[in-house]
């Protein structure tokens, strides 16, 4: 157990809908990661929060978009769903940004789109 | 940009040593990572290596890394049947301000011969 957990764990939803993933960061860690795991893509770095304020931003759709709150969980929203959303998505967490810090992994939600 | 390659299969027999082979692109890398991703599972952390090492050795696993080749392997000793896995490489290149999110291979499925 890494310490960081994500709900929910399967979401299963229509094209065109909206969801959001919550994540919550192991205890003390600052910096929050979004990745996207397909079969086609692999496992792709979305954006990366720290201490509530954007970081970093990879390969995320316009459509997507996070946020993270005071308290540290941050929350993926992806929005006009299409098939293609349909992965896993997981969230790391680590102490700092960049550096010594290593990050570690939730179990991820697995997205359906129907 | 950056790459990350990894051979998407190896087969061994248990008892015997895996070595998962990794290649990077990108020379400004300062951490490489190893996880480790079980069926229906998120990823959990094995080890990491910091790009100024050329070895490290944690219990069964010993990391190599060719920084003029950027090379990297991953040498799974007495390997188990609970050693069948997917095996991510990961590179953290120095952000000098841009992403530091992680840059994953494809990942090697390991399988475990009897």
């Not at chain 1, 792709?44 to 993270?68: C, D, P, V």
């Not at chain 1, 790391?92 to 359906?112: E, K, N």
């Not at chain 2, 991953?74 to 301000?97: H, K, N, P, V």
């Amino acid at each position: 157990d890494s310490g960081v957990t994500q709900t929910p764990k399967h979401l299963i939803t229509a094209t065109g809908q909206r969801v959001t993933l919550r994540c919550s960061p192991r205890s003390g860690d600052l910096s929050v990661y979004w990745y996207q795991q397909s079969l086609d893509q692999g496992l792709q770095f979305l954006i990366q929060y720290y201490n509530g304020e954007e970081r970093a931003k990879g390969n995320i759709l316009e459509r997507f978009s996070a946020q993270q709150f005071p308290d540290l969980h941050s929350e993926l929203n992806l929005s006009s769903l299409e098939l293609g959303d349909s992965a896993l998505y997981f969230c790391a967490s680590s102490v700092i940004s960049g550096g010594t810090d290593t990050q570690y992994f939730g179990p991820g939600t697995r997205l359906t789109v129907l | 940009g950056e790459d990350v390659e990894q051979s998407l299969f190896l087969s061994v027999r248990e008892g015997d040593s895996s070595v998962i082979n990794c290649t990077y692109t990108d020379s400004s890398s300062t951490y490489l990572y190893w996880y480790k991703q079980e069926p229906g599972a998120g990823l959990q952390l094995l080890t990491y290596i910091f790009s100024n090492m050329d070895m490290k050795q944690d219990q069964r696993l010993t990391v190599l890394l060719n920084k003029k080749d950027k090379h990297l392997s991953l040498r799974i000793a007495d390997t188990q049947t609970g050693d069948s896995a997917i095996y991510f490489c990961a590179e953290m290149a120095d952000s000098g301000g841009g992403a530091d999110g992680l840059t994953f291979g494809k990942g090697t499925h390991l399988i475990i011969q009897p």
